[in-house]
């Protein structure tokens, strides 16, 4: 039987936690300690009601190194924390003989990941990201069709239509979310693991264009080595399509390939358990595999906005 997994967790009190929790607790391991500046925490009851909660990151630094120093080492860190510590929390992770297991998006520039190869080969401890998309099973189906259609027509170029809705309130803007200097905006906040699969699947970038970048909504067109992706993003429900608010829903993600609907939007609440799973198993995805996604948000976020052309207009854009 494997030796029982000790995890910390830092960011306990957000959206995403949970699914930590019930990813470590599935996978078997344990929940030592955990950290948030915010103490709505109540959900670890439901986990591992006897894990160590702290509210301020000294304490939590310090108890960490003292169980360090005792022989009860954590053996990874979970965060899933602001977007803007990450790159910090992982070098905590790592500097305390740790792995780190970070939420998207892994940094914010690319730079970042260059810095953080180096904190791994000095300390020997890795870097894991949550891309889960990459082992939802629609998504591994879809990139299974493409590979054999390349096999066949090694030039073909996808036709790609992203569409990305998921309603936010006041309270967005009003959080570390609606700051682009803490989240990167809306492409790296809710769209990052959407960059990602896409060029999994499709190949590296080609070419970029940005058309739309507001606080609540972002569009743009991508050019990928074998496809051609329309791309739209938004936190706005105004944006829904009407069958979606006539329907009570308040999300609505598409993606289209040469036409076809993707379906993609079941499952999505258990790839952190299988992602923790891979992760486990000496499979993780590292640094590098992070790497293009990061790229391509990072120029979203500071190229210029330019008007669409016709053929590059995502039919979402209102401008």
């Not at 803007?84 to 520039?109: M, Q, T, W």
């Amino acid at each position: 039987m494997d030796k029982v997994k000790n995890f910390a967790l830092i960011g306990a009190a957000g959206y995403i936690a949970p699914r930590h929790m019930k990813a470590i607790k599935e996978t078997g391991n344990h929940l030592v300690a955990a950290m948030d500046k915010n103490d709505s925490v109540g959900i670890i009851d439901s986990f591992f009601p006897e894990a160590d909660f702290f509210v301020e990151y000294e304490r939590f630094d310090r108890h960490i190194d003292l169980l360090k120093r005792k022989g009860e080492k954590i053996d990874y860190v979970a965060i899933a924390s602001p977007n803007y510590l990450h790159d910090s929390h992982i070098r905590f992770a790592l500097k305390n003989g740790a792995d780190a297991i970070c939420e998207k998006p892994l940094v914010l520039n690319p730079h970042n990941i260059d810095a953080l190869k180096e904190v791994e080969q000095e300390t020997g401890n890795k870097v894991y990201n949550i891309l889960q998309l990459r082992l939802h099973p629609s998504i591994i189906s879809l990139k299974e069709k493409v590979a054999k259609e390349l096999l066949r027509t090694p030039d073909k170029i996808f036709e790609i239509d992203l569409s990305y809705l998921t309603s936010r309130g006041h309270w967005y803007f009003t959080s570390w979310k609606g700051d682009d200097s803490k989240s990167g905006g809306i492409a790296t906040n809710i769209g990052v693991h959407f960059y990602d699969m896409l060029s999994w699947i499709f190949g590296s970038v080609k070419k970029s264009e940005v058309y739309v970048r507001e606080e609540n909504v972002s569009a743009g067109y991508l050019e990928l080595e074998n496809a051609r992706v329309k791309w739209f993003l938004s936190v706005d429900s105004s944006y829904l399509p009407e069958h979606i608010v006539a329907s009570g829903q308040r999300t609505y993600r598409s993606i289209t390939v040469d036409g076809d609907e993707i379906e993609f939007s079941g499952g999505f609440t258990d790839l952190h358990t299988a992602s923790y799973q891979h992760i486990l198993e000496g499979k993780g995805f590292g640094l590098e595999e992070a790497r293009s996604s990061i790229e391509i948000v990072s120029k979203i976020r500071t190229c210029e906005v330019i008007k669409p052309s016709a053929e590059t207009k995502h039919p979402f854009i209102r401008v």
